[in-house]
């Protein structure tokens, strides 16, 4: 594989596809997940859990499978299960539909600073304020903001640009198969200067887990795809009470509508 992603060092490499750093788990005092994220289903069956969850700060629905290309006829790099080029990743977000819910997109992504990208820079591609780069918190890049602020994981460098330990995917959150052994695809093209021989108009953005990197790679290159969708999609789960708290709840209401009577009557 030939992906391009920033690395450590801030350059722009091809590198092969990384095994993940560390052992993902669901972590619920790291990050904002369990206050920002509404468990959704999407089959109708409330006992299997959740099919999806609502990001209350992005105004967005999350697929709870993370690696949407993982067995489907769009994974065809043989090394890299759910790996996908972009046009079969948009194909494949646009044909998806769970339940009945259709109208699911890739994640999107867009300038910091609300006006133009900011590209990397040796100075400073590790503080957060470039698009190119790392620690990227805002909620303009859909990927980095659920993983750095919803997850609360951490770049392979700090906003100094030290190295600092933890990094890559830590915390998964609710969610399955989040992976740190390769990258995700964002739904927008990479486009700086089209006279610029090292940024070709056939560079799409990407997130890379593994590193808390922004970056791009060529769109037929093989990249993983988490479907979102845009609003609140899906029905809220709630707590089905067991058999004997049912049993109490039925009682108080009994106690209660008998006491209503005799105020009545008397």
């Given at each position: 594989?030939?992906?391009f992603?920033?690395t450590?060092?801030?350059?722009?490499?091809?590198?092969?596809?990384?095994?993940?750093?560390?052992?993902?788990?669901?972590l619920?005092?790291?990050?904002?997940?369990?206050?920002?994220?509404?468990?959704?289903?999407?089959?109708?069956?409330?006992?299997?859990?959740?099919e999806?969850?609502?990001d209350?700060?992005?105004?967005?629905?999350?697929?709870?499978?993370?690696?949407?290309?993982?067995?489907s006829?769009?994974?065809?790099?043989?090394?890299?299960?759910?790996?996908?080029?972009?046009?079969?990743?948009?194909?494949?977000?646009?044909d998806f539909?769970l339940?009945g819910?259709?109208g699911?997109?890739?994640?999107?992504?867009?300038?910091?600073?609300?006006?133009?990208?900011?590209?990397?820079?040796?100075?400073?591609?590790?503080?957060?304020?470039?698009?190119?780069?790392y620690?990227?918190?805002?909620?303009?890049?859909?990927?980095?903001?659920?993983?750095?602020?919803?997850?609360?994981n951490?770049?392979i460098l700090?906003?100094?640009g030290?190295?600092?330990?933890?990094?890559?995917?830590?915390?998964?959150?609710?969610?399955s198969?989040?992976?740190?052994?390769?990258?995700?695809?964002?739904g927008?093209?990479?486009?700086?200067?089209?006279?610029?021989?090292?940024?070709?108009?056939?560079?799409?953005?990407?997130?890379?887990?593994?590193?808390?990197s922004?970056?791009?790679?060529?769109?037929?290159?093989?990249?993983l795809?988490?479907?979102?969708?845009?609003?609140d999609?899906?029905?809220?789960l709630?707590p089905v009470?067991?058999?004997?708290?049912l049993?109490l709840?039925?009682?108080?209401?009994?106690?209660?509508l008998?006491?209503?009577?005799?105020?009545?009557?008397?």
């Amino acid at each position: 594989m030939n992906l391009f992603a920033l690395t450590r060092l801030g350059l722009l490499l091809a590198g092969g596809c990384v095994t993940a750093l560390v052992q993902a788990q669901s972590l619920p005092t790291q990050g904002t997940w369990t206050t920002t994220l509404q468990a959704r289903d999407l089959d109708g069956n409330f006992a299997n859990g959740a099919e999806a969850y609502y990001d209350t700060v992005l105004k967005i629905t999350w697929l709870a499978n993370a690696d949407l290309g993982l067995g489907s006829a769009y994974a065809n790099f043989e090394d890299q299960p759910g790996a996908v080029t972009w046009a079969d990743a948009k194909t494949l977000v646009a044909d998806f539909n769970l339940g009945g819910v259709t109208g699911w997109r890739l994640p999107t992504v867009a300038p910091i600073n609300g006006e133009s990208f900011q590209y990397y820079d040796p100075n400073d591609y590790w503080t957060g304020q470039r698009d190119q780069g790392y620690n990227i918190v805002s909620p303009n890049s859909e990927l980095a903001h659920m993983f750095h602020v919803t997850l609360g994981n951490k770049s392979i460098l700090d906003t100094s640009g030290n190295d600092q330990e933890g990094f890559g995917v830590s915390n998964q959150g609710p969610f399955s198969n989040l992976s740190s052994g390769n990258a995700y695809w964002f739904g927008t093209r990479f486009l700086q200067n089209p006279d610029d021989p090292r940024y070709p108009q056939n560079r799409v953005w990407l997130f890379y887990p593994a590193f808390g990197s922004q970056g791009f790679a060529k769109d037929t290159n093989g990249l993983l795809v988490w479907a979102v969708h845009d609003g609140d999609v899906g029905t809220a789960l709630s707590p089905v009470p067991e058999p004997s708290s049912l049993a109490l709840m039925l009682a108080g209401l009994g106690g209660t509508l008998m006491l209503a009577r005799r105020r009545r009557r008397n």
